[in-house]
């Protein structure tokens, strides 16, 4: 008993010796450090050896072979670059449609004199007069605004013009930003491919046709949407020649109910300026018309007086009340300017959106699966509880 | 006052295992990057503490066998009694437990940590309470020994069952009526070739989710009765006992080789019994 006692002592003093204790630690690290090597080496056997999959890309019409990792990198690239694709599109759209526009409404605005002239004319105010006598006073200002102002300007003409040279130059553009994409993309991965590659069993990708599909599809997509969301915007362009028709964009639309809006609008601006004249209403305005029709039931006046004084009355009138007005209907055009920028901005939007989520989609349609309705988790008590309780 | 000197008793009694647990949590928590970095570090102590539990108790059997059967005399017993051959042993299978211990809870959910850091107090009580029962029979010098033998098979038998029942209450991905293959690459997390601790994540998830996969859809095609398809589950979930019995084994492996420092010195001055004791009450 003793001697086996001392054995074992001996085999503590041994197993406890601190140089012992060092060593095992030095052993641990020793053996873990050979088996990570050899795991670090079959893990390199087993990729070199196992058929990774490879994916061929076509970008700018040059085919690479790239490996996994690689291939993954690319998608996250492209989804990036298509998701800056807009900002990059507003950007290269947003010079050009803004002197467009400036171009467009020049016009507009160069024939706001003429429209005031005619407005504090004579004849004008008396006409004016009649129909406020007639009733419906309103709604033939708004003719008349259209006639004189809107189509005599000729801006209908040129905003059309726009819609066409956007919706063209829209397409330029994209197909720039995309070529851009495709020059980048290709830049950064060609040194990547995959050098010797038996390329026939890759799945291919082909970048090129996909922008080529998604281009003309976001320019279909904005056309028809742009006719079913104007509703009365087909009645509008019926007799537009077919070309133009099938050119113009929501842009378009809502650059024409801009216009009615506008007209609208100026309208009830003068009503507005008059009311803030003192009366209610432009007809019985203490000068112009309604003095006239004052001055012609009460006191007898020289025909002569009377159109002198009208006149008077009218230029006073003029001088005090058009530069108000002529500021409200700048106002206005100023509005219906920025109207049509933002449905330009909008159109421009729904194409690079259009695109990026074209790209996004085939680029991730390897991965991700269409989602059925399924439920997320099983939960092994839930499973098991609920076949018991429907056969109770 | 008191209470502040108790815990720093505490501290200082427990500290390692603490320490061990603490680097284990810390360690499976931490970004990809990071425990990529600290891979090697934390497994070499993963393997050199599950080595150092299972060292000494491979030398007190081999011990209790020679004492037993050869005589005191025979050069046998300088042969036998366990060197280089039995450590190598031990390292390789305690390397390898370690790696299955970490790979495994670097998938853990969080919601399962709970009952491994529960399982660290019940670990020193049951220790304490053994030892304390056990000092009546076992010769004081092996009684710590001797105590760490024992409580490991209970301790993470209990652990194990504890991981399956929590395994009974998780969510699992949803794999009824999806192909292997598809349940793979849909659930299989992260694609992306990392070093080799992300394969051997990928291969432990992959061989995770299959065991899922083909028990769930078992279960919904041949319409199993409850008590067969528990037994399944449990059966299939055990084999993630592997996950407690290494756990244990690492605690068990920090406690002896903190007082394996003590040891010589108890046995040398040859008071390991009042040692011992102050252990046990403490």
């Known amino acids: 008993m003793n001697a086996t006692g001392e054995a074992s002592h001996r085999l503590d003093g041994r197993a406890f010796d601190p140089s012992f204790r060092w060593r095992g630690w030095a052993l641990s690290a020793l053996v873990v450090l050979l088996l990570l090597l050899v795991f670090e080496a079959s893990h390199r056997v087993l990729e070199a050896r196992s058929q990774a999959s490879l994916y061929r890309v076509i970008v700018a019409g040059e085919s690479l072979t790239l490996d996994a990792e690689t291939h993954a990198a690319f998608s996250r690239d492209l989804t990036r670059l298509a998701a800056e694709a807009e900002a990059t599109l507003a950007a290269r759209m947003a010079p050009w449609s803004q002197a467009r526009l400036e171009q467009a409404f020049a016009l507009l605005e160069a024939a706001v004199p003429g429209y005031l002239d005619w407005y504090f004319s004579l004849r004008g105010s008396y006409l004016r007069l009649a129909m406020g006598i007639a009733g419906d006073q309103a709604a033939w200002l708004e003719a008349q605004r259209h006639e004189r102002l809107i189509e005599a300007s000729g801006i209908e003409p040129a905003l059309a013009?726009?819609?066409?040279?956007?919706?063209?130059?829209?397409?330029?553009?994209?197909?720039?930003?995309?070529?851009?994409?495709?020059?980048?993309?290709?830049e950064r991965y060609a040194p990547r491919r995959v050098a010797d590659a038996k390329t026939q069993a890759a799945p291919a990708f082909d970048?090129?046709?996909?922008?080529?599909?998604?281009?003309?599809?976001?320019?279909?997509t904005r056309r028809w949407r742009s006719a079913a969301l104007g509703g009365s915007?087909?009645?509008?362009?019926?007799?537009?020649?077919?070309?133009?028709?099938?050119?113009?964009?929501?842009?378009?639309?809502?650059?024409?109910?801009?216009?009615?809006?506008?007209?609208?609008?100026?309208?009830?601006?003068?009503?507005?300026?008059?009311?803030?004249?003192?009366?209610?209403?432009?007809?019985?305005?203490?000068?112009?018309?309604?003095?006239?029709?004052?001055?012609?039931?009460?006191?007898?006046?020289?025909?002569?007086?009377?159109?002198?004084?009208?006149?008077?009355?009218?230029?006073?009138?003029e001088t005090r009340h058009r530069p108000a007005f002529e500021a409200r209907l700048r106002d206005g055009i100023d509005e219906a300017r920025r109207d049509v920028a933002r449905s330009l901005e909008g159109a421009t939007s729904a194409a690079a959106a259009r695109l990026a989520e074209?790209?996004?989609?085939?680029?991730?349609?390897?991965?991700?699966m269409p989602s059925q309705a399924r439920p997320d988790h099983y939960r092994i008590l839930g499973q098991l509880k609920r076949p018991a309780g429907s056969d109770a | 006052?008191?209470?502040?000197?108790?815990?720093?008793?505490?501290?200082?009694?427990?500290?390692?295992?603490?320490?061990?647990?603490?680097?284990?949590?810390?360690?499976?928590?931490?970004?990809?990057?990071?425990?990529?970095?600290?891979?090697?570090?934390?497994?070499?102590?993963?393997?050199?503490?599950?080595?150092?539990?299972?060292?000494?108790?491979?030398?007190?059997?081999?011990?209790?066998?020679?004492?037993q059967y050869l005589r005191d005399d025979s050069p046998w017993r300088r042969w036998l009694q366990g060197g280089a051959l039995m450590v190598l042993r031990h390292q390789l299978v305690g390397a390898l437990l370690a790696l299955v211990l970490l790979v495994d809870l670097r998938l853990l959910p969080l919601s399962e940590w709970p009952l491994l850091l529960a399982a660290l107090p019940l670990l020193v009580v049951a220790r304490n309470g053994l030892r304390r029962r056990l000092s009546r029979h076992v010769v004081a010098e092996h009684l710590p020994a001797v105590t760490r033998r024992l409580v490991t098979l209970p301790a993470a038998v209990l652990l194990a069952l504890a991981l399956v029942l929590?395994?009974?209450?998780?969510?699992?991905?949803?794999?009824?009526?999806?192909?292997?293959?598809?349940?793979?690459?849909?659930?299989?997390?992260?694609?992306?070739?990392?070093?080799?601790?992300?394969?051997?994540?990928?291969?432990?998830?992959?061989?995770?989710?299959?065991?899922?996969?083909?028990?769930?859809?078992?279960?919904?095609?041949?319409?199993?009765?409850?008590?067969?398809?528990?037994?399944?589950?449990?059966?299939?979930?055990?084999?993630?006992?592997?996950?407690?019995?290494?756990?244990?084994?690492?605690?068990?492996?920090?406690?002896?080789l903190r007082r394996e420092g003590r040891s010589p010195h108890t046995v040398t001055t040859g008071e390991p019994a009042a040692a011992n004791d102050r252990e046990t009450r403490a």
């Open chain 1, 233 to 317: 915007g087909l009645g509008l362009l019926a007799g537009r020649p077919l070309a133009r028709r099938l050119a113009a964009s929501a842009a378009g639309q809502s650059g024409r109910i801009a216009l009615r809006a506008l007209a609208a609008r100026l309208g009830a601006g003068a009503a507005r300026s008059f009311a803030s004249g003192g009366t209610a209403a432009a007809v019985s305005a203490p000068t112009g018309p309604g003095a006239l029709m004052v001055g012609a039931a009460t006191t007898a006046v020289g025909l002569a007086g009377l159109v002198g004084g009208e006149f008077a009355l009218l230029k006073l009138q």
């Open chain 2, 166 to 256: 929590a395994a009974l209450w998780l969510p699992q991905p949803w794999l009824i009526g999806l192909g292997w293959e598809e349940a793979i690459a849909r659930h299989l997390p992260g694609g992306e070739g990392r070093a080799l601790l992300g394969f051997f994540e990928r291969l432990a998830a992959s061989a995770e989710l299959t065991r899922q996969w083909a028990m769930q859809n078992a279960v919904e095609r041949f319409h199993l009765a409850t008590p067969v398809a528990m037994l399944g589950w449990l059966v299939l979930l055990l084999t993630q006992g592997a996950v407690a019995w290494a756990y244990v084994r690492l605690l068990v492996g920090a406690e002896a």
């Open chain 1, 207 to 220: 970048l090129d046709s996909e922008m080529q599909e998604t281009l003309p599809a976001a320019l279909d």
């Open chain 1, 161 to 186: 013009d726009l819609q066409v040279d956007h919706a063209a130059r829209l397409a330029d553009e994209q197909r720039a930003v995309v070529e851009a994409m495709s020059a980048r993309l290709l």
């Open chain 1, 358 to 368: 074209g790209l996004e989609s085939r680029s991730e349609e390897g991965k991700r």
């Open chain 2, 1 to 67: 006052m008191a209470r502040r000197v108790r815990g720093r008793r505490l501290l200082h009694r427990h500290g390692h295992l603490f320490l061990a647990v603490l680097v284990l949590l810390a360690w499976s928590l931490a970004s990809n990057d990071w425990a990529g970095v600290l891979f090697l570090p934390v497994w070499v102590l993963a393997t050199q503490l599950i080595v150092a539990g299972s060292l000494e108790a491979a030398r007190l059997r081999r011990r209790a066998w020679l004492g």
